[in-house]
């Protein structure tokens, strides 16, 4: 099943979307059964808030509250409530929709069909209720904004027992195949040779084996490189975790689920870009060869690294992907990662917080997470606290000691090995804690869609 929208037909259902202000003058133009039934069930308009209405054949539609301003901004797609309550069928909007509000509604539908039943195999899947794309909206994007995180959510929601370095390789080389992409991969002892030395160091420990993969696409236009990270799985090695600390740890590899789940929307969408791809692929494991504690790395960089912190892995097999990155001219690098636990404590789960010292780069994805119902924020590459991730033994600690400031550390190591001024870091969550409208528990992708917008707007007309 991929996200798609309903074929326009005579054979529809009418979604009649009101607002509170509006809900008396309509309700007083049906007829008196239908006055009757939504006076006496108290509709008022709330967001989401919906009544199927009855016709002579059985439902001959629904309506459905848009709340408040005040609630809309409160909860994205919050009109993709209705969906659990319709029946299956094929449904059309009607109303007064700005274009804004017909783009998120149209795009939560898509978002909400999504189901994670790789292991229900047995549980039947119910037929679902599907919208004709509403006029004026760009139905193509919209589906491939819906099919990356679509991608990006059953990489996520899967299990490290079924998604290792090795598994997703394959889906990594299933994506480039899909739209002629090349890829190339750098595994196992060759790591060394190749000079991806952090990489090694971190995944060596594990007997799945560790890799970093390199996808190429398109000979014209800006180049874009992504990098994602794919810690598979987080024991915290020899800084193990605590039990609660590791149980979503399948999710660690959420910042290369990301960038695959965006690299799948920029493919589809034919965008004339060069776009490149890496994801460093990793367990983060214990046994007599993980690295230890104050062990110090050589990076691909030459950057010498301190480890005082084998839990913050991530960081170390980024440094050397984001140091290949650079030895190509790039008009922008993104790195994505689902790096620290400071950067929920600092804006929630809920935010996809960034780092960028280009002014215009932070103005076109704030202008994106509008236009893509994606919210992003942006955090400082905060100079002063450079020497917090200089150690003195080494060049670099990655993880300073102490309680403040560490997803600002963070970022600040990771630009240590990027040249390139045209740099973001997103330190996402991945996950979405409980049940929202268009967003069921469990991997969610944060930050593609407003990338997506500021990517498309470095296009030239």
Known sequence: MTPDFAPPSADVLPLHVLRPEARDAWIAGQDVAIRGWLRATGFAADLGEVRLLPGSGGVAGAVVGLGTAQARARLRFGLAKVLPALPAGDWVLTGDLTPAEREEAALGWLLAQYRFDRYRPGKAAKPQPR??????????????????????????????????????????????????????????????????????????????????????????????????????????????????????????????????????????????????????????????????????????????????????????????????????????????????????????????????????????????????FDPVWRLPFWEPYESLIEPGIADLDNCPPGSFAGSVTAALFLRRFVGNPRYIHFDIYGHTPADLPARPKGGAGQGARALLHAITAMVPV
Not at 289 to 310: F, M, Y
């Open 131 to 372: 919208l004709v794309a509403p006029e004026g909206v760009d139905a193509a994007r919209l589906r491939a904004m819906a099919d990356g995180e679509w991608l990006t959510r059953d990489l996520i929601n899967t299990p490290a027992s079924d998604l290792g370095p090795a598994e997703l390789e394959a889906a990594f080389t299933r994506l480039a195949e899909g739209f002629g992409a090349k890829v190339r991969v750098v595994a196992g002892e060759e790591l060394i040779a190749r000079n991806f030395p952090m990489v090694h160091a971190v995944g060596r420990a594990s007997a799945r084996v560790p890799r970093i993969m390199d996808l190429k696409w398109g000979t014209t236009g800006p180049a874009i490189t992504l990098v994602g990270k794919g810690v598979c799985f987080d024991t915290g090695g020899l800084n193990i975790k605590a039990t609660a600390g590791m149980s979503l740890m399948k999710k660690d590899m959420g910042g290369a689920a990301t960038v695959m789940g965006l690299a799948l929307m920029i493919m589809r969408l034919d965008l004339p870009v060069r776009l490149r791809v890496i994801v460093p692929a990793v367990e983060n494991a214990i046994s007599g060869s993980a690295q230890r504690p104050k062990d110090i790395l050589t990076s691909r960089k030459g950057l010498t690294v301190e480890v005082n912190d084998t839990d913050a892995e991530g960081r170390l097999i980024l440094a050397d992907a984001l140091a290949w990155a650079d030895e190509e001219p790039a008009d922008l690098i993104v790195s994505m990662a689902t790096l620290t636990g400071s950067a929920r404590v600092a804006v929630g789960p809920d935010l996809a917080p960034y780092y960028t010292d280009a002014p215009d780069l932070s103005a076109a994805l704030e202008a994106g997470a509008v236009a893509g």
